[in-house]
């Protein structure tokens, strides 16, 4: 099964919002809410910072909000702060118990 | 505190075999699925295999599925990864994560290098 299609990069200054996509198809973004976001600083463990779709984790900023409309999941960071600055990665449960990841997109704070 | 803590990495010849645990602590091991996960050096993350609270399901990426064996201990609050036939491709850093469907706690990873 071929990842989840993410742009490699997005940037934006400080205080803008900036969102990431994040493509699959009907059988994996598509059809299940188990959609979720990871944040990745550099020689760190990813961490998650959205579930199901929409959901924050505890002690995640409210400044971080998923969506997802058909095969398409975004991520949006409004209010960008330098600490933002990592890499996303996307997941989707894909059946079988199988979790499939994005390539990534490495967010540049401007 | 949730803390999972990977080791048994290191460098290995292609063809050998190599065995990772993940020690976990600050929560109910056995009320969770596990999963692995790695990343290859400056590329994306990759899932390996998860298994059910109890043992009774495992499930593999195709990537490894007929090398790789997942296996837990409840009484030791332990996850394993045997890893057999290695690859120069399975070079990354491996990561145990507790699994609901989401990745929510995951260790600091441990490297895995197969080089001649």
């Known amino acids: 099964q071929s990842a989840l299609t993410q742009p490699p990069s997005a940037s934006g200054s400080p205080g803008q919002s900036v969102t990431i996509s994040c493509t699959g198809t009907s059988s994996d973004v598509g059809d299940y809410k188990y959609v979720s976001w990871y944040q990745q600083h550099p020689g760190k463990a990813p961490k998650l910072m959205i579930y199901e779709v929409s959901k924050r984790p505890s002690g995640v900023p409210d400044r971080f909000s998923g969506s997802k409309s058909g095969n398409t999941a975004s991520l949006t960071v409004s209010g960008l702060q330098a600490e933002d600055e990592a890499d996303y990665y996307c997941s989707s449960y894909v059946g079988s118990n199988n979790l499939l990841f994005g390539g990534g997109t490495k967010l540049t704070v401007l | 505190e949730v803390q999972l803590v990977e080791s048994g990495g290191g460098l290995v010849q292609p063809g050998g075999s190599l065995r990772l645990s993940c020690a976990a602590s600050?929560?109910?091991?056995?009320?969770?699925?596990m999963s692995w996960v790695r990343q290859a050096p400056g590329k994306g993350l990759e899932w390996v295999a998860n298994m059910k609270q109890d043992g009774s399901e495992k499930y593999y990426a195709d990537s490894v599925k007929g090398r790789f064996t997942i296996s837990r201990d409840n009484t030791k609050n332990s996850l394993y990864l045997q890893m057999n036939s290695l690859r120069a491709e399975d070079t990354a850093v491996y990561y145990c994560a507790r699994d609901a469907r989401w990745l929510d706690y995951w260790g600091q990873g441990t490297l895995v290098t197969v080089s001649s």
């Open positions: 600050g929560f109910t091991f056995s009320s969770y699925w």
